[in-house]
């Protein structure tokens, strides 16, 4: 069973980075052919892709956020993490990570979520 954890603050102050990390079992980060999102849902809006990290390490951004954003992972640990700085209320959601199928071009597996706050 594949299990995806997110975990990170709560609450942010506005102008900090948010830093989340999520926590993969039961599937590998190198194993080919997936890739590794962060999505995240505001209140009252839908979902928004952040940006993902490929098996092989290669990043990918969504363009309005991408001078904002970095992901990355650690191997040893099987977790991918993203960085978003210069925060403000306007990031405030429920932030995901998921896995994409990349063969079959859909999201297999999603942690929970963990909400992000930020406020002063």
């Known amino acids: 069973q594949v299990l995806l954890q997110e975990s990170g603050p709560g609450l942010v102050k506005p102008s900090q980075t948010v830093s989340l990390t999520c926590t993969v079992s039961?599937?590998?980060?190198?194993?080919?052919?997936?890739?590794w999102n962060w999505i995240r849902q505001p209140p009252g809006k839908g979902p928004e892709w952040i940006g993902a990290?490929?098996?092989?390490?290669?990043?990918f951004y969504s363009p309005p956020l991408k001078s904002r954003t970095s992901i990355s992972r650690d191997t040893s640990k099987n977790q991918f993490s993203l960085q978003l700085t210069s925060v403000t209320p306007e990031d405030t959601a429920v932030y995901y990570c998921?896995?994409?199928?990349?063969?079959?071009?859909?999201?297999?597996?999603w942690g929970q979520g963990t909400q992000v706050t930020v406020s002063s």
């Open positions: 998921a896995r994409w199928q990349g063969s079959y071009y859909y999201y297999d597996y």
């Open positions: 039961g599937s590998s980060i190198t194993a080919s052919d997936y890739y």
């Open positions: 990290i490929g098996y092989e390490g290669s990043s």
